[in-house]
Each structure stands twice: as structure tokens, then as C-alpha cells.
């Protein structure tokens, strides 16, 4: 448990913003999607009031499951240091320091080291980025990352 005492608080600083969460823990016998499911599940309560009426996202971990795709490290880190230092909608607004933001991605990932196996909503990393929703709100971005022993996830939002 000794890397999950490390990883939870860089988590913790990476979500700092309002619109970003984050989750680690010891792999059980739960998917990491059930894991980014159980996280969308509380990021949903707390933005509900951002919420378009009769809008709908994934109803299931199998749902979310079909969202993800593999990611390499350098892309994931990219990814948790943009969803830190960024606004989702407005990226040109930077909410905090962007090398604080990517030293804290970057131990994270080196943390669980270079076997890990990352997933993202995203596409298209470098131009004309798309995503496949997994929530129900206008814009979100999923990256997560688990290795034989722990996971780490991180999420935010944004209201279009």
C-alpha cells in the first residue's frame, strides 16, 4: 500500500479545480471501467445541477467500458496534466501551473510504473481531439491507469 499512500495525494493535487476528480486503490476483482463508473456515478451527483434535463451518458460500467481506448504513458500523462492546468471548455484558460500539474502526472505514472496499462475517452490526441461521453454532462475526459496491484483515475468535466 506503500505507492497508494504516494499516488492519492499527486491524485488529490491534480484535482484540485472543482471539475476534476480523481480515484486510486488497490486492484480487487472490480474492472477499471467499474472503477471510472463508480467515480462518473459521483461526479454526476455533485454536477447535477449542470446537468441538461433528459440528458443521458452511460447507464453501466460495461457503458464506459466501450468509451475507453488504450492510451500510451506519455499520452495519459499529457492528458492528466491538461485535465489539471486547463479548463475543459475554455483550454486557453489555465486554472493552475501547468509543470506543477505535469510533475504530479508524470510521479504518478512512474508510480505504477511502465507495465501499466492506460485508458482514455479521448481520440485523436494530437489533432482535432473527439471523445466518447461518459457521463451525462456536455464534455468529459477519462484517463485512467492500472497496473497487476493499483489504479489510478482522474476525471473532469465541463459545462458547454
Request: net charge negative.
Amino acid at each position: 500500500m506503500e505507492i497508494l499512500e504516494e499516488i492519492a495525494p499527486l491524485l488529490g493535487s491534480l484535482a484540485a479545480s472543482s471539475h476534476v476528480y480523481s480515484r486510486c486503490g488497490a486492484v480487487s476483482e472490480t474492472t477499471i471501467a467499474e472503477q471510472v463508473f463508480d467515480l462518473v456515478m459521483i461526479a454526476q451527483d455533485h454536477w447535477a445541477h449542470h446537468a441538461v434535463a433528459g440528458a443521458v451518458g452511460p447507464a453501466s460500467a460495461r457503458e464506459i467500458e466501450a468509451a475507453l481506448k488504450p492510451v500510451d504513458a506519455a499520452g495519459a500523462i499529457e492528458l492528466m496534466t491538461d485535465l489539471s492546468a486547463f479548463d475543459l471548455v475554455y483550454s486557453r484558460i489555465l486554472l493552475r501551473d501547468r509543470d506543477h500539474a505535469k510533475r504530479a502526472a508524470t510521479r504518478v505514472a512512474k508510480l505504477l510504473g511502465p507495465g501499466t496499462s492506460w485508458v482514455t475517452n479521448m481520440e485523436g490526441m494530437d489533432n482535432g481531439r473527439a471523445w466518447t461521453p461518459v457521463t451525462r454532462h456536455g464534455i468529459d475526459v477519462v484517463v485512467a491507469g492500472t497496473n497487476s496491484e493499483q489504479f489510478a483515475i482522474l476525471l473532469a468535466l465541463g459545462d458547454d
